[in-house]
């Protein structure tokens, strides 16, 4: 499956205000998106020639609710010490919320944020695999 492409999908009682938080916070683009699909309308956000993007979708009539776990993970590593730092802000700024960490490992090796669902991001300072 070495030439595959990933799409992480998850629902939200919340897409418009999700993808501008992820927009704003990792500064995603937004790579496609659909309207009344069989009831479902959503939206792919990435970084344009990358092998995998987030898709978040919603149906009217539907409650989503909040993320089932607080270790329910999105883990990104930035190699670079300041552009993890200038993440970091962002993703304060974009309204994610800094908590702490499930696993405490996330604690130790970068910050952790939990978006408007309840559905967390880790930013790692670092590489993978680590070096």
Not at 26 to 50: K, R, T
Not at 97 to 103: E, G, K, L, Q
Request: with cysteine; charged share 20%.
């Amino acid at each position: 499956m070495k030439s595959t492409s990933l799409r992480v999908a998850r629902p939200t009682d919340h897409l418009t205000e999700l993808v501008q938080q992820y927009m704003d916070g990792l500064g995603f683009q937004i790579l496609g998106s659909f309207e009344a699909h069989d009831g479902f309308d959503g939206v792919m956000l990435g970084h344009a020639g990358q092998s995998w993007h987030l898709e978040f979708t919603t149906k009217a009539g539907h409650a989503v609710g909040h993320a089932p776990t607080k270790d329910n993970l999105l883990v990104f590593y930035t190699a670079d010490e300041n552009e993890h730092s200038i993440c970091c802000k962002r993703m304060r700024a974009a309204g994610f919320d800094a908590v702490p960490s499930f696993n405490p490992y996330w604690d130790r090796v970068g910050e952790t944020f939990e978006d408007v669902d309840g559905y967390r991001v880790v930013l790692v300072q670092g590489t993978w695999p680590p070096a």
